[in-house]
């Protein structure tokens, strides 16, 4: 976990408001209870014991001339005879403050911890209070103790996207642990569940504003949602808004097919080819998949037109062997492929058989003749073709070339079975394109 900390800095600028409760003991009885001139009561009397305020206020006054150690024995002597909640708190604000000052991490914890258990901490320092000891047993990798205070510090209003970020990090890091500390198991898969819609809140507030952990956050998601097999498809989404470069396609569609490893060749081309539309082609293993999937010989101008793009991208290298190799068979088979076309297209039309249709429609799509591509697949549908979700992919990815988002998206609705995760990737490349959807909806 990448360490995001605040504090101590935070704390001190929260505690500036409250700094004179602690260095400037209360009046006593018999002026509490005047009226001021302006006919309003004075602050409530704190129920101090005669045998606290001596060695408290000699704490304060030492304080005041930055003689810590003998605050800190004063501090000692009161804390001794404090009985009352407001004794209790007020030691422990004076125990935070000298540990500020002293840069005294254990001091500070636990005037922190003294004043939450005095029960006298006001809201905005319960907040603050819980967010300071969660992030540090965070740190610490006591994710229990984490968990505890986060979710009191943001249930209790504390929602800024680091302490969210934190709390589904105690999540995670606790199912982690459990696991044995290398992955996620089924048994301990609840418990980091349960941290995603805090990470899901945490990245939505930061696409709304700075940005600054937004791709790093929705990376981490994806990862944990795809572990812990929950929707992966509003993270992806997510990871897509936060991240617009190629890479978050790549990783996309790279993880969808490693948690499909059964893909035929004619499923994993349809994934290539939303990777091809997306601009996520970044290595020459990348375009390679590719072509073994289409088949140099099968769809020859595909394959021709992939490796001059990978080329012109600086991926393919002229005298890598294997990328000569393929475009020299699928230059022998092209002729042929074109001229036959018309063909096939017209036989499609007619009496050909839907098997038949539907091999002309996917070679229509990877000749880029998108409108004749679409109008093939959704033929072979009418004749009941017996892949039909290989039709309908046919059929949405020609409609998504043409910009026909609207009519993809239906189409892509109906691709049940081994395709529906590519399919929904798909989906989610249109809310791209379109700006339609693409938000994912927010967590409870």
């Known amino acids: 976990m990448r360490r995001i900390s605040r504090f101590p800095m935070a704390l001190v600028l929260a505690l500036a408001a409250t700094t004179a409760v602690s260095l400037a003991l209360p009046v006593d009885a018999a002026y509490a209870q005047k009226k001021s001139k302006k006919g309003k009561d004075e602050a409530p009397q704190l129920e101090l014991s005669p045998a606290f305020r001596t060695p408290f206020s ?51 914890t636990k005037g922190i911890e003294d004043a939450l258990a005095s029960g006298k901490a006001t809201a905005a320092e319960t907040q603050t209070f819980n967010s300071f000891i969660g992030e540090r047993a965070l740190v610490a990798k006591d994710f229990g103790r984490a968990r505890t205070h986060l979710t009191a510090a943001v249930e209790g209003g504390q929602n800024n996207p680091v302490n969210l970020f934190q709390l589904a990090e105690a999540h995670f890091g606790e199912a982690i642990e459990k696991s044995g500390g290398r992955s996620i198991d089924a048994a301990n898969s609840p418990l980091a569940a349960q941290g995603l819609p805090y990470l899901q809140r945490a990245v939505e507030a930061q696409l709304a504003g700075d940005k600054q952990y937004a791709p790093s956050w929705a990376k981490r998601g994806f990862q944990i949602a795809r572990a812990t097999k929950t929707d992966s498809a509003v993270w992806a989404q997510l990871l897509m808004r936060a991240d617009t470069g190629n890479g978050a396609w790549n990783e996309v569609v790279r993880a969808m097919q490693s948690d499909n490893r059964g893909f035929t060749t004619e499923q994993s081309l349809d994934a290539m080819r939303l990777l091809r539309m997306a601009g996520g082609l970044s290595s020459a293993n990348d375009y390679r998949e590719y072509i073994e999937s289409a088949g140099a010989a099968r769809r020859p101008t595909e394959v021709l037109a ?27 088979s092209r002729a042929e492929y074109v001229a036959t076309l018309p063909d096939s297209v017209r036989d499609s039309r007619g009496k050909a058989t839907a098997t038949v249709t539907l091999a002309t429609a996917d070679a229509l799509l990877a000749n880029k003749q998108y409108a004749e591509a679409e109008e093939l697949a959704a033929l072979a549908l009418t004749k009941n073709v017996e892949d039909k979700e290989r039709a309908m992919m046919v059929q949405a990815i020609s409609q998504v070339a043409q910009g026909k988002y609207e009519p993809a998206r239906q189409t892509l609705g109906g691709v049940t079975g081994a395709r529906a995760p590519i399919a929904q990737l798909w989906t989610v490349y249109i809310d791209q394109k379109s700006g339609g959807g693409a938000a994912a909806a927010p967590a409870a």
Do not use: R
């Not at 501090?75 to 125990?95: C, G, H, I, Q, R």
């Open 306 to 332: 992939l490796i001059e793009e990978g080329k012109a991208a600086g991926v393919i290298s002229s005298s890598d062997a294997y990328f000569k190799e393929q475009a020299t068979l699928a230059g022998n």
């Open 58 to 108: 000699e704490s304060q006054t030492a304080f005041g001339a930055n003689d810590f150690a003998t605050a800190e024995a004063k501090l000692n002597e009161a804390a001794a005879v404090a009985a009352s909640p407001d004794e209790k708190y007020l030691t422990a604000k004076m125990t935070l403050q000298i540990g500020l000052k002293t840069e005294n991490e254990a001091m500070q």
